[in-house]
């Protein structure tokens, strides 16, 4: 396993954060927090235009068609930048269609996502807490040519936006993993009601109420009852790729920290020089360089399609915590400057806490560890 990046990979992750310093500055993302659509979509055009919304299409559907590691090293640079708004939730949703959807599914959406005519969402998680199968409570009833849907999710990202969202419903009663099935569902079906979340790095979270939502049969992802599988797909690319983004933010955090402690002067000394803050900062350096082998190691799996649900969860699960607490260090460390929205500290700070819970929170990873290595 070699992690060193390509020649093209560095060409590819200057090209995206280049991009990403022109395009979306931090006085752009904070101005977003502030936008009921919480993206820009003359942004989304252009990073369209660049092949972003193709990375991972095959090149029949009018795809970049580029490799998993590859995406995953973007997605980390996109990462470091903060990029509001849908990207990384129709990025991963797209995998669901290109290895479940059928030939007219692919046809039809697949260039559409492509070339930015189309924002795509996951309707997985309910009130209820639960982010294995038990937890899916929504249920889909066959009736005629379509199936009628009823129930509510929540922490949709950027639902109030998007085109289609691929529901996870329950259509054979139960609490198991037989009998769960994915939905393309247009996301302006009468019926549906969808309201944004207050929530704290303001990421367009969004509760969705689905009452006698008819969808055709033929918008069935992949096989009906075993719809499991394929949202389990969606889980482990998603955690990597969830991973990646937030590694790009935890090194970013890391390196404007140490920065800083070689620029701030106390008692006529840069405060990097005070032994327990080396300190401080070494465990920041070591726990950045534990993420960085984690990802890669799942994403080179993943890009070799060598299984790896482990990698993948104990990616996500470190990188969640480690998130949070170099977050919360930075802030620390920058003293009363680190607590200004006016600075970028918070920013990350902010998405540290949101990203945790995104294709599944620290525990259920842990879970998932547990039940690879034989203990469940």
């Not at 060193?4 to 090209?15: A, D, N, V």
């Not at 599914?105 to 309707?123: C, E, M, R």
Request: aromatic letters at 10%.
């Amino acid at each position: 396993m070699d992690l060193r990046f390509t020649e093209q990979q560095e060409i590819l992750k200057k090209s995206a954060r280049d991009f990403l310093t022109k395009e979306c500055p931090k006085a752009r993302v904070r101005e977003l927090a502030k936008d009921p659509k919480g993206y820009d979509p003359a942004v989304w055009q252009k990073m369209a235009e660049l092949g972003w919304l193709g990375f991972n299409i095959p090149e029949e559907y009018e795809g970049m068609g580029y490799s998993f590691e590859d995406l995953t090293m973007h997605i980390e640079e996109v990462g470091k930048n903060i990029l509001p708004g849908p990207y990384i939730s129709t990025v991963v949703n797209t995998f669901a269609i290109v290895e479940a959807g059928t030939d007219e599914q692919k046809k039809d959406l697949l260039p559409k996502i492509s070339n930015g005519n189309f924002i795509l969402t996951l309707a997985w998680f309910e009130e209820n807490g639960q982010f294995d199968a038990s937890g899916i409570t929504l249920k889909a009833v066959s009736k005629g040519n379509d199936y009628v849907l009823n129930g509510t999710k929540v922490l949709v990202d950027s639902a109030h936006v998007a085109d289609y969202m691929i529901v996870v419903a329950r259509t054979k009663a139960g609490s198991s993993e037989d009998g769960v099935t994915l939905f393309l569902v247009d996301a302006k079906s009468a019926g549906i009601k969808t309201e944004v979340m207050p929530t704290i790095a303001h990421d367009s979270l969004c509760e969705v109420v689905f009452k006698d939502v008819a969808v055709p049969a033929k918008n069935v992802l992949g096989k009906v009852d075993k719809g499991w599988a394929v949202l389990q797909t969606i889980i482990r690319k998603g955690s990597i790729l969830k991973s990646a983004e937030s590694l790009g933010g935890l090194t970013t955090v890391v390196e404007m920290t140490v920065a800083y402690a070689k620029e701030r002067v106390q008692y006529d000394r840069p405060i990097g020089a005070f032994q327990a803050l080396q300190h401080k900062m070494s465990d920041m350096w070591m726990t950045m360089g534990t993420s960085r082998y984690l990802l890669y190691e799942a994403a080179w799996m993943e890009s070799n399609d060598i299984p790896c649900v482990k990698e993948a969860s104990m990616s996500k699960a470190y990188i969640n915590e480690a998130y949070k607490i170099i977050a919360a260090l930075g802030v620390k460390l920058h003293g009363g400057i680190g607590t200004s929205y006016d600075h970028d500290a918070p920013l990350y700070f902010h998405r540290a806490k949101a990203a945790d819970t995104v294709y599944g929170s620290t525990d259920f990873h842990r879970e998932l560890v547990a039940q690879q290595i034989g203990l469940k």
